[in-house]
């Protein structure tokens, strides 16, 4: 259904910085940046024939997160989650709502954690055990 989703950053190496290290985790390689025609600066991960991306805004407004938003990143296994949430949290992510654990989705069972990156957006690590 997504081409690709792109949310904004206030601090693109910051961004780099935390997200190279939390989406390695889950098997993204680095980041690579881009210049887009207007001079702004963007970040893209490429993984599984999904596209990732961070932008400085191109309003020259401040970045700011989507309230009610949340991205999710699938992960593999229940210790994949946990490491997604504790290496997002070494680098600067805020914890949220419960510890990583099992809880009852609307299609099962599924072990997840929530954090707020640096620029306070919302994601989610998210297992589905079989």
Same mark, same amino acid.
């Given at each position: 259904m997504f081409t690709h989703v792109m949310i904004g950053t206030n601090d693109i190496e910051g961004?780099?910085?935390?997200y190279d290290a939390v989406?390695?985790?889950i098997g993204a390689g680095e980041g690579v940046f881009n210049t887009?025609?207007?001079?702004?600066v963007r970040l893209?991960?490429?993984h599984e024939g999904n596209t990732f991306c961070l932008s400085e805004p191109i309003?020259? $407004?401040p970045a700011t997160p989507a309230n009610g938003g949340t991205l999710g990143f699938k992960c593999d296994s229940e210790a994949q989650v946990q490491e997604f949430y504790d290496v997002a949290v070494q680098h600067g992510a805020t914890p949220v $709502?419960? $510890?990583p654990g099992l809880?009852?989705?609307s299609?099962?069972?599924?072990?997840?954690?929530y954090v707020r990156d640096p620029d306070g957006h919302k994601l989610c690590a998210l297992y589905r055990p079989q």
């Open positions: 961004a780099k910085r935390f989406l390695g985790v887009a025609a207007t001079g702004h893209f991960y490429r309003n020259d $407004e $709502e419960a $510890e809880r009852n989705g299609t099962g069972p599924v072990f997840l954690a």
